[in-house]
């Protein structure tokens, strides 16, 4: 299984950044994904989850209401789309697929991971 993280970059706060994950190598629609971010110093931290059929979501408190995660199943393809985006969303986002198909807050049922994508923002 890979996933390939894609769209970050660097934006002045207040901006909008939409990052992609495409996977391949197994079903795509069988299992639920999911977004976690690290920053300097600090360990993989939850952003949002998306069960298998996109129906369930999931985001951490702090950032609800700015973030949409999505999936396209016949894209293979999962969303994040980032608005009102502060300095403190600074970090590399990860985009991972966990083992069973509802969505999950637990960095431990993620089995595989994308290899990241940089995302800084300027106060």
């Known amino acids: 299984v890979q996933l390939q993280a894609s769209g970050g970059g660097s934006v002045q706060a207040g901006g909008s950044l939409r990052l992609s994950c495409v996977a391949s190598g197994r079903t795509f629609s069988g299992y639920g994904m999911g977004w976690f971010r690290q920053a300097p110093g600090k360990e993989r931290e939850f952003v949002s989850a998306?069960?298998?059929?996109?129906?369930?979501?999931s985001y951490a408190d702090s950032v609800k209401g700015r973030f949409t995660i999505s999936r396209d199943n016949a894209k293979n393809t999962m969303y994040l789309q980032m608005n009102s985006l502060k300095p403190e969303d600074t970090a590399i986002y990860y985009c991972g697929s966990q083992s069973g198909s509802f969505l999950s807050r637990i960095r431990a049922v993620y089995d595989y991971w994308g290899q990241g994508t940089q995302v800084t923002v300027s106060s």
């Open positions: 998306i069960s298998w059929n996109g129906g369930s979501t």
